[in-house]
């Protein structure tokens, strides 16, 4: 299973295993890292869940954003801070009680918002897009790193350079642009170019 390959082990040590040659586990771990593209699971939801007092304020780190999080009568809610929610009226907090994103947006009082206004609607909508596009990108990422562990399985006489596909993927997702010429000779040189990884 592959919550039993994690273990306790980070994100970071998880994608270097994934880009390890020698895991015996590299499959489950790259399974484990589909399955959890939101960086939230359910384990970690109910650990959340059980370590929380009521009415406890605590900080997550989910998606490259620190969200305020506080816990309420079993339920945790984080605060919207993002700018598009500035004029939307009454919108303080959201339900945290998936993984999927489908949260509901509450007022100060923590009573749910119904969607009467015209501004709400298209913010969720945007939101929902916003969403979709994260994911995304995240799968986008995982495929550039598992054709990049493929690419150093390579035999040494294969041509080393990445496709264009996943050249032009990378920029668009990263930014970067590959400017140098591949010199990598050893199958160790290899992985360290092409088994790069983010930190998130």
């Not at 040494?156 to 350079?161: E, Q, R, V």
Request: charged share 30%.
């Amino acid at each position: 299973m592959a919550e039993d390959a994690v273990g306790n082990m980070t994100y970071n040590e998880l994608v270097e295993r994934v880009c390890d040659d020698q895991s015996s586990d590299r499959v489950l771990l790259e399974e484990f890292l589909n399955s959890s593209m939101t960086q939230l699971t359910y384990y970690g939801l109910f650990r959340l869940m059980d370590t929380m007092r009521d009415n406890e304020l605590a900080v997550l780190f989910r998606n490259n954003h620190f969200h305020t999080m506080l816990k309420r009568k079993d339920e945790l809610f984080l605060l919207v801070s993002d700018s598009g929610y500035l004029k939307v009226p009454n919108v303080v907090w959201e339900t945290l009680n998936n993984v999927e994103g489908n949260s509901v947006f509450v007022n100060s009082e923590f009573n749910s918002i119904v969607d009467e206004t015209p501004s709400l609607s298209d913010y969720l909508l945007a939101r929902k897009l916003q969403n979709e596009e994260q994911e995304l990108a995240l799968r986008e990422r995982q495929d550039i790193v598992k054709n990049r562990v493929a690419a150093a399985d390579r035999p040494l006489d294969a041509p080393l350079l990445l496709s264009n596909e996943i050249q032009n993927n990378t920029r668009r997702v990263h930014g970067n642009t590959f400017g140098h010429r591949d010199n990598a000779t050893t199958p160790k040189e290899k992985k360290n170019r092409y088994c790069w990884f983010e930190h998130f």
